[in-house]
C-alpha cells in the first residue's frame, strides 16, 4: 500500500516560514498527484496545492498563492511544500494526500476535491503565533 509520512510543522511567528514535507513510499510509478490540505479546528478541510509528479504541474487556493510553493524531488518521492509570510490564519493541521493516475483535466478542476485523493498522511500541525 502507499504510505505517506508528512512532517516539518511546528510553531511559527506571522511572517515566517516552514517547510513541509511528504515522502511517499509504496509506490514505484510516477502517475500521480500529491494535494495538500489544512483544517482547522471547527472548519472544513480545505485544499491548498497540489502538484502532479508526472509533469510537475502546480495548483494553489487563493488563499496561499504567492506564499506557497509546491516542489518535488523525484529521486527521494518527497513533495515539499515550502511556507512563506505565514499568517495566523494559515494555521492548522496540513494533511498530503495521493491521488494515483489522475488525468490533467481532472486535476485542473479537481485538485480541491479530498473525495478524489486515494491515500491520506496523518498530519502535520502548523501554528501561526501573531
Known amino acids: 500500500d502507499v504510505q505517506l509520512q508528512a512532517s516539518g510543522g511546528g510553531l511559527v511567528q506571522a511572517g515566517g516560514s516552514l517547510r513541509l514535507s511528504c515522502a511517499v513510499s509504496?509506490?514505484?510509478?510516477?502517475?500521480?498527484?500529491i494535494g495538500w490540505f489544512r483544517q482547522a479546528p471547527g472548519m472544513e478541510r480545505e485544499g491548498v496545492s497540489c502538484?502532479?509528479?508526472?509533469?510537475?504541474?502546480?495548483y494553489y487556493s487563493d488563499s496561499v498563492k504567492g506564499r506557497f510553493t509546491a516542489s518535488s524531488d523525484n529521486a527521494k518521492n518527497t513533495v515539499y511544500l515550502q511556507m512563506n509570510s505565514l499568517k495566523p490564519e494559515d494555521t492548522a493541521v496540513y494533511y498530503c494526500?495521493?491521488?494515483?493516475?489522475?488525468?490533467?483535466?481532472?486535476?485542473?478542476?479537481?485538485?480541491?476535491?479530498?473525495?478524489?485523493?486515494?491515500?491520506w498522511g496523518q498530519g502535520t500541525q502548523v501554528t501561526v503565533s501573531s
Open positions: 494526500a495521493f491521488w494515483w493516475d489522475p488525468d490533467d483535466s481532472s486535476l485542473v478542476d479537481e485538485w480541491q476535491a479530498s473525495d478524489e485523493y486515494d491515500y
Open positions: 502538484i502532479s509528479r508526472s509533469d510537475g504541474s502546480t
Open positions: 509504496g509506490f514505484t510509478f510516477d502517475d500521480y498527484a
